[in-house]
């Protein structure tokens, strides 16, 4: 029988402090359409000048607490809310709607798509600077300052839907910052920045605590943010299991047996080059993958990553060159045809699920490739650690969780090439060595994967070869593991 629930207030057990950033006092929260807490009991106390680091595995309600955190828990999701939150002195629920909340407490979410609403990356910006009373003098030094820092200044002129995922990121931040509210809530959301641009994120946000602002940061590379963060909280099943000074976690990277050697040239990009307008995204690119072999892509934001493996599957057509696929040219075919051979999967999973059950979302792709059978769906949820998700719906899951339901899809479609864009964006380090471990699962009985990453480590421990791109070119191949 469907429940039905609504946001109870917030209860005020205690006094909302004039000058602490944020108390959640004992805080319980079930989404309407879940059985269980996503968050159970949470009591925390966010001070001034605090940068604190929120880990934990996905699904452990990390997305949760920072709605929580930032008070759009109560103005934005349905569903039994349990204890008080207040923040900057008010309770969550005294704050008119989440614009009011948004003067105090600054939000950053992973889906930066969802946060860009203006028609170029300037107007993005501007925008937070216009709210602060600024006299235009000052707008335009701290504009150029924020390009500066966030590297966005050559982007101004560009329409953000338009950008690549870490590009979209980066203004995401910028348009933030440029609020410079005494609070900052950020959710993943450096999950598809090269590793350059975050360690100067993570800068920016040491200097802002140094200036007496509150950071909680919800992140995967806990390791990066050492020196950095000031406190460290570790959720698990939605509880708090840690929380103190920042520690190096550690995690278990399985000795995974390599037992095939590449064997002969499968695809092979030849002299690829493609256009968006004035923006040269892939300039001369050619490349051979073979069977049975990991191929890591790294490179900064920007590089042509996404661009180059939307060309082998066919969602993109090369102004020149050719993609040939098993000694066939296959240039200009349909996703659909292609389909058969190589799968790809997006770097915002997002983009590929629509389904209301995750069962249905895998027969869906397996139907198109005639073959719906719900036990090869089921193993496929298995094997990414979702066999207990079976009839979620999707949009039910945390980002984690969805990116694992989209490499099932592919997984189950059994298809001789996989491409995927950014396969463990969302994933702490230990669920990034378990799909490191389906994939390298896959090369060994003779698939060829390919991966774009912004993880050199996993890069190095995992692939057989690693391409980096620079600029629309490719710079290096070089020997993996
Ligand atoms: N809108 C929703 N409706 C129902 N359940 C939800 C909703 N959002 C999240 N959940 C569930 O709440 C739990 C915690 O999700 P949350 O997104 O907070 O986890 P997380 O730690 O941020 O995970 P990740 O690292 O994968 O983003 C998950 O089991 C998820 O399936
Ligand atoms: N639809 C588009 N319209 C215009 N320009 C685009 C479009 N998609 C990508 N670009 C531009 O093409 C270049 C390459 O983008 P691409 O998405 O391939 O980079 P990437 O290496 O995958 O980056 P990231 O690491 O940020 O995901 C970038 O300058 C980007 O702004």
Redesign the pocket.
């Known amino acids: 029988m469907q429940k039905t629930r609504t946001v109870t207030k917030t209860e005020h057990t205690v006094p909302a402090l004039a000058g602490t950033p944020i108390v959640l006092d004992h805080v319980g929260f079930t989404?309407q359409?879940?059985d269980t807490p996503?968050l159970d009991d949470v009591s925390l106390t966010v001070r001034e000048g605090e940068f604190i680091v929120i880990s934990?595995p996905?699904?452990?309600?990390?997305?949760?607490l920072a709605r929580a955190l930032s008070g759009v828990l109560v103005h934005a999701?349905g569903g039994d809310l349990t204890g008080s939150i207040s923040i900057a002195g008010k309770y969550a629920d005294e704050y008119e709607d989440v614009t009011d909340l948004s003067r105090q407490v600054g939000m950053v979410f992973d889906d930066a798509d969802a946060q860009l609403i203006f028609t170029t990356v300037e107007e993005e910006i501007l925008t937070g600077l216009e709210t602060r009373g600024l006299s235009a003098d000052e707008v335009a030094k701290k504009l150029d300052e924020i390009y500066t820092i966030t590297c966005t200044g050559h982007l101004k002129d560009r329409a953000p839907h338009a950008l690549s995922g870490g590009q979209k990121q980066r203004v995401a931040m910028a348009a933030a910052l440029s609020r410079e509210t005494p609070i900052l809530v950020l959710d993943?959301a450096t999950s598809e920045l090269d590793k350059n641009a975050r360690r100067q994120v993570y800068m920016l946000l040491k200097s802002l605590t140094d200036r007496g602002h509150s950071v909680v940061l919800v992140e995967h590379m806990t390791g990066e943010t050492l020196g950095y963060a000031t406190r460290m909280i570790r959720?698990e099943n939605g509880r708090v299991v840690y929380d103190g000074e920042p520690v190096a976690e550690t995690f278990t990277c399985p000795e995974i047996p390599k037992t095939s050697v590449p064997g002969e040239t499968i695809l092979s990009a030849e002299h690829l080059t493609h256009r968006f307008g004035e923006v040269l995204a892939l300039d001369d690119v050619s490349l051979t993958f073979a069977k049975g072999e990991i191929v890591a892509i790294l490179g900064e934001n920007g590089s042509g990553k996404t661009t180059f493996v939307k060309h082998l599957n066919g969602l993109l057509c090369p102004d020149c060159g050719h993609v040939v696929l098993n000694g066939e040219d296959i240039t200009g075919k349909s996703v659909s045809e292609i389909a058969k051979t190589v799968g790809l999967v997006f770097q915002n999973p997002d983009t590929m699920l629509f389904e209301n059950t995750c069962e249905r979302e895998i027969l869906f792709g397996l139907k198109n490739v005639g073959n719906p059978d719900p036990a090869a769906a089921r193993a496929a949820l298995v094997a990414v650690g979702l066999g207990g998700k079976a009839h979620v719906n999707p949009r039910?899951?945390?980002?984690?969780?969805r990116q694992r339901l989209a490499l099932a899809c592919v997984l189950a479609m059994d298809q001789q090439i996989v491409i995927m864009d950014e396969p463990t964006t969302?994933l702490d380090m230990q669920e990034s060595y378990e799909i490191m471990r389906v994939l390298t699962g896959m090369r060994n009985a003779g698939k060829t994967i390919l991966m774009v990453t912004h993880n050199p480590a996993l890069a190095e421990k995992f692939s057989d070869r690693i391409v980096e791109m620079e600029a629309g070119h490719v710079t290096a191949v070089r020997g993996g593991a």
């Open positions: 989404y359409a879940a996503s934990g996905s699904g452990a309600g990390k997305t949760t999701y993943e959720l039910h899951l945390s980002r984690g969780e969302g």
